[in-house]
C-alpha cells in the first residue's frame, strides 16, 4: 500500500498500474509484459519511476513524432490507460511521453502479433533413425514440444535443435506424432493453430522429388504451374530467366502433396523461364531436384520471303508450329512460313513437349505479311444475267486475303486475249454488254495486293446462254458449260416460274448441260425459264430469262347433228387459253346466221323460228388471249338431220 502511494506523488495525479513483465523499452521508461503474441494478447505498459504526465500511444507512427502521433490523446490515468488488446496481426510500436515542466522525454518498444501457421514438421527415414526438421524461415514459434508417440516421454526441443534424429524402437509400427509449437518467455502463448499431429509409419517416410505436371502461359507477363510434392518435404520453387541464368528461390512449399503457382511481372515476350522444385535430403545432405520446365519465347517477325518464327526449341524434345490453329510444321527453329498473303494477318502459336512430357502452348503471335508476289487466285467466280444488257460479277474471296482492290477482266470470244475492263474495291461488279440473250462474254478477276503485286489470272467465268427449241409439243433447252465454278461446280438447276414470277418447279439436272419438257399438258400458257449454276460452297451463277408463251388452240368440229337425240345438237369452239372469242357461221350464200361471243353459246342449228336445212355452212373465228394476242381461223361444217 506504501509503494502505490509513493508512485501516486511521483506521477501526480495519475494511475499506474503495478508491473505485470520485465521487457524492456529502448531508454528504460517503461516495461512491456509480451514482445509478441496471437490475436487478442493484451499489452500492458507499466512505467519506470520518474516525473511528469504520461501519455501512451500503442499503435505509434515513429517517423515523425511530433506531428503525426495525434493517438495520444488525453494523459494516461487508469490501469485501463495502460493496457491494450491487440486484434490484427501486424508489428506495432508503443510510443510512451512523459510530459515535463518544460520539456518532453519519449521512449518507445516494438511489439509483433502474429498469425503463426500450424507448425509442420518435415519427417525422413533414415539409416540413423527418423530425422525431424522444421523450416526456420517460416516458423513462428520458439519452442517445440514433441510427443513421439512410442511411450517414451515427451522431450522439449528449441528450434534451434532442428533437425535431429529419433530412433523407434520399432520403426515398422504405427505411430502418432504430436509437436505443439510455443514462445518463450516474451510471447504469450495464446495461439490456437499451434499443434502439428501425424500418425504414420516411420520407416515409411521415404524423401522423393517434386514433380512439375503443367505449364500454362497465361499472358505475355505471368504463367502458372501445377505440382506435385511429398507431403512430408520441405521444396524451394525455383527460377531461371533464359539458358545461361541462375536459378533464384521463389517460396517455400511446406506439408502439401500438390498445388498450382503462378509466377507474375515477368516479360514473356523477352526471355523465356525455366522453372524447379528443390528439396534436399536430409539424410545425406543430397539435392533432391525436379523436372525442369519452361516457358516458350516466341518471336515472330515479317520478312519479304515471309514470316519467320523463333523459339527457344532446345529446351524440348519436340515443337509443333500452328497456323491459324493448323498445324504447318515439326521441328527444330527456326522457321520460315513462305505460304502467306499479303497483308494477311496470320496467327502463330507452338506447342512444344518437354523431356518430362509436359506440354507447353507459346503466347500467339500475329503477323500481317509483306510479301509482294501473291499466288493464291480468285477461285470462284459467279455471273448472273441481270437484264439482256446487264451481267453482274461476284466472287468469293479466298480466306485470309487483304486485296488493295480488284481488277475485272473480259474477253468477247472464247480464242481471245483477255482485256482489262476495270478496277473495283468490292467483291462484286455489272457490265453492260449488248445481247446477253444471244451470246456468251468471258469474265475473269485478279486482285493487286498491298504489297503491290498482281494475283494471277486464272479462273474462266461465261455468262450463261440459255436457249429454247420446240418439235411439236415437246421443247428442248441448251445452254454452255460454266467454269466459274472450277471443279466445285455441284450441278445445275433449271428453274421455271408463273407470268407472276412465282416459281412453279425446280428441276436439278446434275452437270449436263441439256434439258427437255413436255408441255402438252401445261396449265400455264405463260412460262419463264432460267438455269442456274451452283457451287459446293454455294455461290450462284444464273442465265438470262427465257419467256416462252403456249399459243392459244383452238378449233371448229367437222360436222353436227342438231335432231334432238341429245347428242352433238349444237357447234361451237372448242379450245384452250381463250379469253375472248367471235365465231360467226354462214349460209352456202355467204349470209351471217349466227354469231357468238361466248365459248359456252355455239349454234344450234335454226334460223330465227325455223330449223336450218341440211347442208355445208362456213364459219370464221377470232379468238384473243389473255396477254392480248390474236388469232384467225376459217372453214367449213355439215348439218346434217
Given amino acids: ?235 524451394q520453387l525455383q527460377l531461371k530467366q533464359n539458358e545461361d541464368g541462375d536459378f533464384q528461390s521463389i517460396t517455400t512449399f511446406v506439408a502439401t502433396e500438390s498445388g498450382s503457382y503462378t509466377f507474375q511481372n515477368i516479360d514473356l515476350d523477352a526471355d523465356f523461364y525455366c522453372a524447379r522444385l528443390i528439396s534436399t535430403s536430409r539424410c545425406n545432405g543430397q539435392q533432391l531436384i525436379s523436372n525442369e520446365v519452361c516457358t516458350i519465347r516466341l518471336s ?97 474471296l479466298p480466306a485470309g486475303l487483304q486485296p488493295d482492290r480488284f481488277l475485272i477482266y473480259k474477253k468477247r470470244n472464247e480464242d481471245e486475249d483477255f482485256f482489262r475492263l476495270d478496277t473495283t474495291s468490292t467483291t462484286s461488279y455489272i457490265d453492260e454488254s449488248p445481247a446477253l440473250n444471244e451470246r456468251v462474254y468471258y469474265y475473269s478477276v485478279a486482285y493487286l495486293n498491298l504489297c503491290g503485286g498482281i494475283s494471277p489470272v486464272q479462273t474462266v467465268a461465261p455468262n450463261i446462254l440459255l436457249t429454247l427449241s420446240q418439235q411439236e409439243s415437246v421443247i428442248s433447252f441448251k445452254w454452255n458449260s460454266f467454269t466459274g465454278f472450277g471443279p466445285l461446280l455441284r450441278g445445275y438447276v433449271l428453274k421455271k416460274y408463273d407470268d407472276n414470277m412465282n416459281l412453279l418447279s425446280e428441276n436439278n439436272v446434275d452437270t449436263t448441260a441439256f434439258y427437255s419438257e413436255n408441255i402438252a399438258e401445261s396449265d400455264n400458257q405463260l412460262t419463264f425459264y432460267q438455269l442456274e449454276a451452283i457451287s459446293e460452297n454455294g455461290l450462284v451463277a444464273s442465265s438470262n430469262l427465257i419467256r416462252y408463251k403456249i399459243p392459244s388452240s383452238f378449233f371448229v368440229p367437222t360436222g353436227f347433228t342438231p335432231n334432238e337425240d341429245g347428242q352433238n345438237e349444237e357447234i361451237k369452239v372448242l379450245g384452250k387459253f381463250i379469253q375472248d372469242v367471235e365465231f360467226s357461221v354462214y349460209n352456202r350464200w355467204g349470209t351471217l346466221i349466227f354469231r357468238s361471243t361466248s365459248l359456252d353459246a355455239g349454234w344450234d342449228g335454226y334460223l330465227t323460228t325455223r330449223p336450218a336445212p341440211e347442208g355445208t355452212y362456213s364459219y370464221t373465228v377470232r379468238v384473243k388471249d389473255k396477254y392480248g394476242e390474236e388469232y384467225y381461223k376459217s372453214g367449213v361444217f355439215n348439218l346434217i338431220r
Fill in 1 to 235: 500500500m506504501i509503494r502505490s502511494i509513493l508512485i501516486l506523488l511521483l506521477f501526480g495525479s495519475s494511475y499506474i498500474l503495478s508491473a505485470q513483465g520485465s521487457f524492456p523499452s529502448e531508454n528504460g521508461l517503461f516495461t512491456v509484459n509480451y514482445l509478441k503474441g496471437c490475436s487478442g494478447t493484451q499489452i500492458e505498459v507499466t512505467p519506470e519511476n520518474g516525473t511528469g504526465t504520461p501519455f501512451l500511444c500503442f499503435d505509434a507512427d515513429l517517423s515523425d513524432i511530433g506531428v503525426n502521433n495525434a493517438c495520444f490523446g488525453q494523459p494516461a490515468q487508469s490501469a485501463d490507460d495502460f493496457r491494450f488488446t491487440y486484434t490484427e496481426p501486424g508489428v506495432y510500436d508503443i510510443l510512451f511521453l512523459r510530459q515535463l515542466t518544460n520539456s518532453q522525454v519519449y521512449d518507445s518498444i516494438s511489439i509483433e502479433i502474429l498469425n503463426p501457421a500450424t507448425p509442420f514438421v518435415a519427417l525422413s527415414s533414415c539409416d540413423q533413425g527418423l530425422v525431424l526438421d522444421v523450416n526456420s524461415e517460416q516458423e513462428s514459434f520458439d519452442i517445440y514440444t514433441v510427443d513421439f508417440g512410442d511411450g517414451s516421454a515427451v522431450q522439449e526441443y528449441s528450434i534451434d535443435d532442428f533437425p535431429f534424429s529419433y530412433q523407434y524402437a520399432n520403426p515398422t509400427q504405427e505411430s502418432t506424432l504430436t509437436v505443439n509449437g510455443s514462445f518463450d518467455t516474451s510471447g504469450n502463448n495464446n495461439c490456437s493453430n499451434n499443434q502439428f499431429s501425424k500418425t504414420f509409419i516411420p520407416a515409411n517416410q521415404t524423401e522423393e522429388p517434386a514433380s512439375i505436371t503443367r505449364l500454362d502461359m497465361l499472358s505475355s507477363n505471368s504463367f502458372e504451374i501445377d505440382y506435385e510434392l511429398n507431403v512430408n518435404q520441405t521444396y
Fill in 300 to 396: 515472330a517477325t515479317v520478312e519479304l520471303g515471309g514470316n519467320l518464327l523463333d523459339w527457344n526449341h532446345a529446351n524440348f524434345q519436340n515443337s509443333d508450329v500452328l497456323k491459324n490453329g493448323e498445324l504447318i510444321f515439326s521441328g527444330n527453329a527456326p522457321y520460315l512460313d513462305e505460304n502467306v498473303f499479303c497483308g494477311q494477318v496470320d496467327e502463330y502459336q507452338i506447342i512444344a513437349t518437354d523431356a518430362s512430357g509436359v506440354e507447353v502452348v507459346s503466347l500467339a503471335r500475329n503477323l500481317a505479311a509483306n510479301t509482294a508476289g501473291p499466288t493464291v487466285p480468285i477461285g470462284q467466280i459467279a455471273t448472273r444475267v441481270l437484264s439482256d444488257t446487264e451481267v453482274e460479277i461476284t466472287w468469293d
